[in-house]
């Protein structure tokens, strides 16, 4: 008998150990706020309420739709964020201009339940300023009860039988980039001349468009008023959780690839805080939230595998969906935005136009 409570006492003094090597402890913290700017229809309430139980931390979760939305507010001085979640190409140019406050990794310990193939990429070598949170691809998505024919091409976008059938990202970079690709053009270019004939691509593609949508277009197709569109990955596998004969392809000229990251923007007023969330949001439990609620990929290798064994059903419908799980031939296809520097300017009047005409 007291072997058996030795045995315990020790147990339990390992467990306390390790908890205090492993994650910042709310003693440790002494920020009761966080505030998050991010993505909507990205983090599950429930994550948000366990860091609150965790760490005594009220989270204030504010929204944008877009890169663009979230850039120009930070760049207009709103200070008071403590966390972000930008896109590759948005870190890029945050990093250039001095917006990300540089990460202390030896209190993200949960850094490491992330598959290396999603870390060190170009636009954060050594993953100085931000840590993976979702990725994905931006592809064309249908209803096959609703399309009399097989889409395979971008260009099949333009078919006049989907007029006012489509719904299509509100992403001037994603949206322009499948112009640009459907042209046979690179989608990052900067060629003016390019850019034009993109514009004019869209202006002819407007008839067919229902609505602009980068917070829930899975809905219009649910509910069956859109038939196809352009949409990220995690839109077309909420439609498809809800109708199976939803389709998600990498079209023919090449479709978008993505990938999303927790950062934390210079100045930002609680900076303990902004770190402990950003360990917490890649414990492998809080991360199958995540995958659970908005089916994007997930970077964290441990969240996967903790998903396999907790949820088999969940995992092998997250496998066995191209959205959330994109083959190889679809990822060789599958192209991603990068900064293009002052050509940003002829891509933001770009968007003006085609959505004022
Ligand atoms: N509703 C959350 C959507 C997040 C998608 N981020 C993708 C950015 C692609 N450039």
Redo the contacts with the bound molecule.
Sequence with gaps: MKIYRLVSLLTLLMFLFLSACGSPTSAKLTSKELNLYA????IPQQLLDDFTAKYGIKVNYDTY???EEMLAKLQAGASGYDVT?P????VDIMIKQGMLQPLDMSQIPNFANVDKRFINQYYDPGNKYTVPY?W?T?ALVYDKTKVPFEPKSWSDLWDPRFKGRLVVLD?E??VTGMALQTLGFDKNSTDPQQLDQAKQKLVALKPNILLFN???PETSLITGEAWAGLV?N??ASLAYQQDPNIVYICPTEGC?L?F?NLAIPKGAPHPDAAMAFLNFVLDAKESVLITKE?P?SNPNAAALDYLKTSDPTTYDAYMAFAGTNPSADFLAHAVG?KDVGDATKLYDQLWTDFKGQ
Excluded: A
């Excluded at 896109?87 to 948005?90: G, R």
């Design positions: 993505w909507s229809d990205y739709s877009s890169n979640i896109s590759d190409y948005t979702q994905g931006t992403d970079r994603e980068s917070d829930d990220y995690g839109n978008g993505w999303d908005f994007y935005v």
